[in-house]
Protein backbone atom coordinates (compact mmCIF):
# COMPACT_ATOMS: atom_id res chain seq x y z
CA UNK A 1 0.00 0.00 0.00
CA UNK A 2 0.95 3.54 -0.72
CA UNK A 3 -0.31 7.18 0.19
CA UNK A 4 -2.30 9.30 -2.05
CA UNK A 5 0.93 11.41 -2.05
CA UNK A 6 3.35 8.96 -2.66
CA UNK A 7 1.11 7.02 -5.87
CA UNK A 8 2.19 7.91 -9.24
CA UNK A 9 -1.06 8.95 -11.23
CA UNK A 10 -2.67 6.47 -13.38
CA UNK A 11 -3.92 7.33 -16.96
CA UNK A 12 -7.18 5.89 -18.46
CA UNK A 13 -7.30 3.18 -20.93
CA UNK A 14 -10.55 2.62 -22.76
CA UNK A 15 -11.93 -1.13 -22.58
CA UNK A 16 -12.43 -3.18 -25.72
CA UNK A 17 -15.53 -1.96 -28.00
CA UNK A 18 -18.97 -3.78 -26.90
CA UNK A 19 -21.13 -5.74 -29.50
CA UNK A 20 -22.82 -3.57 -32.30
CA UNK A 21 -26.46 -2.66 -31.69
CA UNK A 22 -29.24 -3.88 -33.85
CA UNK A 23 -29.26 -2.38 -36.69
CA UNK A 24 -32.75 0.60 -36.65
CA UNK A 25 -33.74 -0.50 -40.00
CA UNK A 26 -34.35 -4.12 -42.04
CA UNK A 27 -33.45 -2.12 -45.62
CA UNK A 28 -33.18 1.43 -47.08
CA UNK A 29 -30.55 2.32 -44.30
CA UNK A 30 -30.04 2.34 -40.57
CA UNK A 31 -27.81 3.04 -37.80
CA UNK A 32 -26.12 0.98 -35.21
CA UNK A 33 -23.91 2.17 -32.34
CA UNK A 34 -21.16 0.44 -30.31
CA UNK A 35 -19.80 1.47 -26.90
CA UNK A 36 -16.96 1.37 -24.65
CA UNK A 37 -15.56 2.53 -21.42
CA UNK A 38 -12.88 4.23 -19.79
CA UNK A 39 -12.56 1.52 -17.34
CA UNK A 40 -9.22 -0.44 -18.60
CA UNK A 41 -7.92 0.78 -15.97
CA UNK A 42 -10.18 4.11 -14.54
CA UNK A 43 -7.78 7.47 -14.04
CA UNK A 44 -6.59 7.60 -11.01
CA UNK A 45 -4.59 9.72 -8.89
CA UNK A 46 -4.37 12.77 -11.34
CA UNK A 47 -4.14 10.30 -14.07
CA UNK A 48 -5.36 11.70 -17.49
CA UNK A 49 -8.79 10.57 -18.85
CA UNK A 50 -9.58 8.61 -22.25
CA UNK A 51 -9.15 10.27 -25.35
CA UNK A 52 -11.78 10.06 -28.17
CA UNK A 53 -15.33 9.23 -28.18
CA UNK A 54 -17.51 6.55 -25.75
CA UNK A 55 -19.67 5.77 -28.72
CA UNK A 56 -19.02 4.42 -32.62
CA UNK A 57 -21.99 4.70 -34.86
CA UNK A 58 -22.11 3.36 -38.63
CA UNK A 59 -24.69 2.60 -41.18
CA UNK A 60 -26.20 -0.80 -41.97
CA UNK A 61 -28.81 -2.31 -44.01
CA UNK A 62 -28.30 -0.13 -46.88
CA UNK A 63 -30.06 -2.42 -49.55
CA UNK A 64 -33.27 -1.22 -51.13
CA UNK A 65 -36.12 -2.37 -49.57
CA UNK A 66 -38.55 -4.28 -51.53
CA UNK A 67 -42.22 -2.62 -52.21
CA UNK A 68 -44.54 -2.86 -50.06
CA UNK A 69 -48.52 -2.79 -51.25
CA UNK A 70 -51.24 -1.89 -49.33
CA UNK A 71 -53.87 -3.34 -48.23
CA UNK A 72 -57.11 -2.68 -46.62
CA UNK A 73 -58.23 -3.06 -43.26
CA UNK A 74 -61.31 -4.40 -41.91
CA UNK A 75 -64.52 -2.38 -42.60
CA UNK A 76 -65.78 -0.22 -39.64
CA UNK A 77 -69.47 -0.39 -38.35
CA UNK A 78 -72.05 1.28 -40.33
CA UNK A 79 -73.05 4.38 -39.29
CA UNK A 80 -76.69 5.35 -37.94
CA UNK A 81 -79.22 5.99 -40.28
CA UNK A 82 -79.33 9.78 -41.36
CA UNK A 83 -82.89 9.85 -40.57
CA UNK A 84 -85.10 8.72 -37.77
CA UNK A 85 -87.91 8.01 -40.14
CA UNK A 86 -88.63 7.63 -43.89
CA UNK A 87 -85.36 6.84 -46.31
CA UNK A 88 -82.00 7.74 -45.17
CA UNK A 89 -78.44 6.70 -45.67
CA UNK A 90 -75.60 4.89 -43.75
CA UNK A 91 -71.84 4.84 -44.25
CA UNK A 92 -68.64 2.93 -43.23
CA UNK A 93 -64.99 3.57 -43.78
CA UNK A 94 -61.68 1.53 -43.85
CA UNK A 95 -58.22 2.22 -44.85
CA UNK A 96 -55.34 1.54 -46.58
CA UNK A 97 -53.14 0.48 -43.41
CA UNK A 98 -53.10 -3.09 -43.00
CA UNK A 99 -50.06 -2.63 -44.25
CA UNK A 100 -49.91 0.73 -45.15
CA UNK A 101 -47.93 1.02 -48.67
CA UNK A 102 -44.28 1.59 -48.46
CA UNK A 103 -41.04 2.31 -50.98
CA UNK A 104 -43.11 2.37 -53.96
CA UNK A 105 -45.83 -0.24 -53.22
CA UNK A 106 -49.42 0.44 -54.82
CA UNK A 107 -52.36 1.73 -53.06
CA UNK A 108 -55.16 -0.04 -52.11
CA UNK A 109 -57.54 -0.45 -55.29
CA UNK A 110 -61.08 -0.27 -54.44
CA UNK A 111 -63.47 2.51 -52.20
CA UNK A 112 -62.63 3.54 -48.48
CA UNK A 113 -66.28 4.42 -48.12
CA UNK A 114 -69.33 1.95 -48.78
CA UNK A 115 -72.89 3.78 -48.62
CA UNK A 116 -76.35 1.95 -48.67
CA UNK A 117 -79.98 3.35 -47.93
CA UNK A 118 -81.78 2.47 -44.76
CA UNK A 119 -85.52 3.10 -43.46
CA UNK A 120 -86.68 3.14 -39.54
CA UNK A 121 -90.14 3.32 -40.28
CA UNK A 122 -92.16 5.86 -42.02
CA UNK A 123 -92.42 9.11 -41.42
CA UNK A 124 -95.55 11.16 -39.95
CA UNK A 125 -97.37 13.34 -42.21
CA UNK A 126 -96.69 17.24 -41.84
CA UNK A 127 -99.36 19.97 -42.27
CA UNK A 128 -98.35 22.47 -43.80
CA UNK A 129 -98.02 26.10 -42.11
CA UNK A 130 -98.42 29.83 -43.07
CA UNK A 131 -95.05 32.11 -43.00
CA UNK A 132 -95.54 35.31 -41.97
CA UNK A 133 -96.76 37.55 -44.21
CA UNK A 134 -94.35 40.07 -46.57
CA UNK A 135 -94.08 43.60 -46.24
CA UNK A 136 -96.38 45.47 -48.33
CA UNK A 137 -95.39 46.34 -52.08
CA UNK A 138 -95.21 50.34 -53.22
CA UNK A 139 -98.54 51.45 -53.50
CA UNK A 140 -99.48 51.24 -57.16
CA UNK A 141 -100.56 54.72 -57.51
CA UNK A 142 -99.60 58.26 -56.21
CA UNK A 143 -103.27 58.94 -55.76
CA UNK A 144 -106.80 58.27 -57.00
CA UNK A 145 -107.10 54.80 -55.62
CA UNK A 146 -103.90 52.22 -56.27
CA UNK A 147 -103.44 48.51 -55.21
CA UNK A 148 -100.53 47.00 -53.00
CA UNK A 149 -100.02 43.81 -52.47
CA UNK A 150 -98.47 41.09 -50.19
CA UNK A 151 -97.48 37.60 -49.81
CA UNK A 152 -96.52 34.42 -47.57
CA UNK A 153 -95.68 31.02 -48.49
CA UNK A 154 -96.82 27.42 -47.14
CA UNK A 155 -92.93 26.68 -45.50
CA UNK A 156 -93.28 26.53 -41.67
CA UNK A 157 -93.57 24.21 -41.81
CA UNK A 158 -94.01 23.06 -45.77
CA UNK A 159 -96.18 19.85 -46.10
CA UNK A 160 -94.33 16.79 -45.88
CA UNK A 161 -94.73 13.02 -45.72
CA UNK A 162 -98.59 13.50 -47.34
CA UNK A 163 -99.96 16.14 -45.07
CA UNK A 164 -102.33 18.95 -46.03
CA UNK A 165 -101.13 21.71 -47.41
CA UNK A 166 -101.86 25.52 -46.18
CA UNK A 167 -105.57 26.45 -46.36
CA UNK A 168 -106.26 30.30 -47.86
CA UNK A 169 -104.76 32.38 -50.29
CA UNK A 170 -100.77 33.29 -50.23
CA UNK A 171 -101.76 36.39 -52.09
CA UNK A 172 -103.70 39.44 -50.53
CA UNK A 173 -104.85 42.82 -51.81
CA UNK A 174 -105.52 45.95 -49.73
CA UNK A 175 -106.52 49.72 -51.19
CA UNK A 176 -103.88 52.63 -50.80
CA UNK A 177 -103.85 56.22 -51.68
CA UNK A 178 -107.03 56.99 -52.19
CA UNK A 179 -107.50 60.94 -52.24
CA UNK A 180 -108.06 62.39 -55.57
CA UNK A 181 -105.47 63.48 -57.42
CA UNK A 182 -105.12 67.33 -57.96
CA UNK A 183 -106.06 68.61 -61.20
CA UNK A 184 -102.62 68.74 -63.96
CA UNK A 185 -101.08 65.69 -61.94
CA UNK A 186 -100.07 63.05 -64.00
CA UNK A 187 -101.59 60.24 -61.66
CA UNK A 188 -105.20 62.24 -62.10
CA UNK A 189 -107.66 59.69 -63.06
CA UNK A 190 -110.39 60.95 -64.87
CA UNK A 191 -114.15 59.93 -63.80
CA UNK A 192 -117.04 59.43 -66.42
CA UNK A 193 -120.21 60.89 -65.07
Do not use: F
Amino acid sequence: ACNTQDCPPVDGHWSSWLEWSQCTATCGGGTQTRVRTCTDPVPQWGGNTCQGQAEDLQSCNQNQCPPVHGNWSVWAMWTSCSRTCGLGAQSRMRSCTNPSPAHGGDYCKGTAVEYKSCRDGDCPPVDGSWAVWSSWTSCSDTCGGGTQIRTRSCTNPAPSNGGQSCSGSNTDRQDCNSHACPPGNPQHKWQHR
